[in-house]
């Protein structure tokens, strides 16, 4: 019997999806910040948002591989 295979582990992809989300987090604090006066620490919350969010879609996304 053999082990199942376990799919591939591709840093570029995890690279791409770590800076989008980070990102896309960032563009959003942006607008928040923009709103309310301040683009800066609407950008800086969104990034501390997105790293952490960052991590998780990447480890969600390759959950097999880390198993």
């Known amino acids: ?4 295979n376990r799919p591939p582990f591709q840093p570029v ?9 980070v990102g896309m987090c960032a563009a959003g ?3 928040i910040g923009w709103a309310f006066g301040s683009t800066g620490l609407g950008v800086l ?5 997105g790293i952490p969010g960052g991590v ?6 390759f959950k097999g591989y880390f198993s």
């Open 13 to 21: 992809e995890a690279g791409a999806i770590l800076a989008g989300t």
């Open 1 to 4: 019997m053999q082990a199942a």
């Open 29 to 31: 604090g942006a607008g």
């Open 56 to 61: 998780y879609t990447v480890y969600r996304r």
């Open 45 to 49: 919350g969104g990034v501390v948002v």
